[in-house]
């Protein structure tokens, strides 16, 4: 298959040292690959014999028309070439897109396959116990069970509950403090009415386990302080439970809930956090007949480290020791994101199939850091070293305008009109178009805080206008 792959001089001497091997001949075009012309592709066409063309996935120009009379299929490749190469491997392979950049598709189509393969485990899968029609165990998905805190001083929890199935919980947990009363746990579960989603009490106090069991799905935690207690109310009930060792050790605490009529039932031999016996509690994670519980938000808030890898890396453990469901939270601004993240996490441990690692799986938790870099071929021309800015300020005659982030959107006012929107160039194009910019400088600054205030928002970082990321 002969292939045409028009380029930039700025990319020529990349992308022909990646398509070396290939049948395919490389055409400069210009200095950008990117500014190329349907007229001057068809000029080179027409000029050459070729089964496809492969223009720079940036290309914004339509072919179609180009395509049509000669007769030559036209896709966008890779937006980067450094990518090219993997493009190239796959022709006859993959189907490229007219509209959507190569990588971007192949990602595209890793993930969905990824999703697919989740999918058909899941189905497949034969579990140990259900809670509401969520397989536990049993070779299926690791469960995501995200806790919120002291749930009956909650301003709207059913929005929290709501918000955290959305971002991927499988169970979602209400946990009760020792200020909580039996009425405090019947109102919590009251507001949730309607809610299909599985739920769980979080809580050793046996009065308010039992305010909990008309509608709680899965009680946490039983050991040998409780059970005598609420274990044959929880049996009669129907409820899963989760049980901890307490003092008397898992082994008879389960053989206690057992001995209760308690027939769903989750073991939690307690994972501590990094530094206070983290590696030494791993290796208490055995089987023991019934699915296990890892507590890997214990660890999480624990610990002055950004949340993603950290919920990652505790994924692959819980992965590795067999756990069933994987505990999580958001108690501080530092874990915000962590139901997501874990979701994410638990996903692409069960995307791996006969992969050894969770790598090159379609799914990934990669947020700051990149795969692997693109180093695209540096600008030409005569150097000039600038100045620093002038400190002077000038002020804009037609006002100064206050930025903030909330919501999920971008915020900037000027004299009593409030500009919102989702991204850097909305509020840009808004402001330059109702003239509250006249100044270049003004809109360079601009430019420069409305897209520090997108990317806190695409981060969940706080932003402050004129101050340190």
């Known amino acids: 298959m ?58 914004t120009a339509s072919f179609a ?41 192949f990602a595209a189509e890793r993930r969905e396959a990824a999703y697919r393969r989740i999918a058909a485990a899941e189905a497949a899968a034969e579990p140990e116990i259900m809670i509401r029609e969520v397989k536990i165990g049993g070779g299926s998905r690791m ?10 001083r909650h301003p709207d929890l059913r929005a929290a509950v709501e918000d955290f199935f959305a971002r991927g919980a499988d169970i979602v947990d209400l ?43 899965l009680i946490l935690s039983l050991h040998e302080g409780n059970i005598p207690a609420v274990g044959a109310a929880v049996a009669a009930a129907g409820a899963a439970a989760v049980v901890v060792p307490g003092e008397t050790g898992l082994d008879a605490n389960l053989a206690a809930a057992r001995g209760a009529g308690i027939g769903a039932l989750i073991a ?26 890892f507590g890997a938000g ?30 999580t939270s958001e108690h501080s601004d530092k874990t915000r994101g962590s139901v997501a993240e874990m979701r994410r996490a638990t996903e692409m441990m069960a995307a791996l199939g006969e992969h050894p690692y969770p790598k090159d799986l379609g799914i990934d938790l990669l947020v700051l850091k990149e795969k692997r870099r693109r180093q695209e071929p540096l600008p030409e021309g005569e150097v000039v070293d600038v100045s620093p800015a002038p400190e002077e300020f000038v002020p804009d005659p037609a006002g100064n305008i206050r930025i903030a982030v909330d919501g999920g959107m ?22 330059i178009g109702d003239g509250c910019v006249t100044r270049l400088d003004h809109a360079a600054y601009l430019g420069r805080e409305l897209a520090r205030a997108e990317l806190a928002l695409a981060l969940g970082r706080s932003y402050v206008q004129d101050g340190p990321f």
């Open 268 to 293: 939690d031999p307690l994972l501590q956090p990094a530094g206070s016996g983290l590696v030494d509690s791993l290796g208490n994670f055995a089987d023991i007949g019934c699915p296990l519980f």
């Open 298 to 327: 214990n660890v999480v808030e624990l610990i002055d480290a950004d949340s993603v890898g950290a919920n990652a890396l505790l994924a692959a453990c819980a992965h590795e020791v067999g756990a069933a469901v994987i505990f």
């Open 175 to 217: 946990g009760f403090g020792f200020d909580a009363a039996p009425a405090d746990v019947e109102r919590c579960f009251a507001a949730l009415e309607g809610i299909d989603g599985p739920l769980a009490a979080d809580t050793q106090d046996p009065t308010l386990i039992l305010a909990a069991l008309p509608r709680a799905d």
């Open 143 to 152: 469960k995501v069970l995200a806790e919120i805190m002291d749930a009956h």
């Open 2 to 59: 002969r292939i045409l792959l028009p380029t930039g001089e700025a990319t020529a001497a990349v992308v022909r040292k990646v398509a070396a091997g290939f049948d395919a001949e490389v055409v400069v075009t210009g200095e950008i690959a990117a500014f190329l012309t349907p007229g001057q592709l068809r000029e080179i066409i027409v000029r050459g014999e070729y089964d496809l063309v492969m223009v720079s996935g940036m290309s």
């Open 65 to 105: 028309a180009v395509e049509e009379e000669t007769g030559v299929p036209i896709y966008l490749g890779p937006r980067h070439a450094a990518d090219l190469g993997m493009v190239l491997s796959r022709i006859g392979r993959v189907v490229l897109s007219r509209t959507v950049p190569a990588d971007e598709l």
């Open 410 to 431: 971008i915020l900037a006012a000027q004299k009593g009109r409030l500009y919102r929107g989702r991204t850097a160039a909305d509020l840009t194009a808004a402001l």
